[in-house]
């Protein structure tokens, strides 16, 4: 069995209410709700992989727009010691899903500005999010396989979350079918 993982119901409206070969978990937004969410079911059931789906921002302007596979996700509200930013004081700076994919940057803010965009450019991110660091730790910390599927929902630019309520039903729409043409296929 796997586990079909998002942050919010909406990101899974498109979704059928059962997918044969599937559990389904929705833990909220956030690294401390996805980390917690995660682990409790883990805890409960074991899994042969997690399946994470959901909108990112881009941060790269020539990014297209489309559903992308997360090969590596850091975190981009974080600071060690030094004060170096997107550097933990304890957890890795940069933790890989095992796939080819681009890199995303997560943190517990909802980006829509330019300054915070460029900050995140100059941390390697390409996406942004705020779940995906901790959802690839916890799996991660079970043995449990991670893919990220994420589909592109703005630009993570100024007004990026007046959009969001309009533009969240095409991008479940969008990932159901990616994911259903996979399922198909497989």
Do not use: N
Request: proline share 3%; glycine share 12%.
């Amino acid at each position: 069995m796997k586990l079909l993982v998002a942050a919010l119901a909406s990101e899974l409206q498109a979704f059928p209410a059962e997918i044969a070969g599937f559990d389904r978990l929705v833990t909220g937004p956030g690294k401390l709700m996805a980390g917690v969410g995660l682990a409790r079911a883990l805890d409960a059931a074991a899994y042969e992989e997690i399946l994470v789906v959901g909108t990112a921002g881009a941060v790269d302007d020539d990014l297209p727009a489309g559903v992308y596979e997360v090969g590596a996700a850091i975190q981009h509200d974080v600071q060690d010691l030094d004060g170096v930013v997107g550097q933990h004081v304890s957890l890795p700076a940069r933790l890989e899903t095992g796939r080819e994919g681009l890199t995303i940057a997560t943190g517990d803010i909802f980006v829509d500005d330019v300054e915070a965009v460029a900050r995140i450019r100059g941390l390697g991110g390409v996406l942004v999010d705020m779940e995906t660091f901790a959802l690839i730790w916890v799996a991660q910390q079970f043995g449990v396989p991670i893919r990220v599927l994420r589909v592109v929902s703005d630009r993570a630019q100024d007004g990026a979350t007046q959009v969001w309520d309009v533009v969240v039903a095409a991008c479940s729409a969008q990932l159901w079918s990616h994911l259903s043409g996979e399922l198909t296929e497989g």
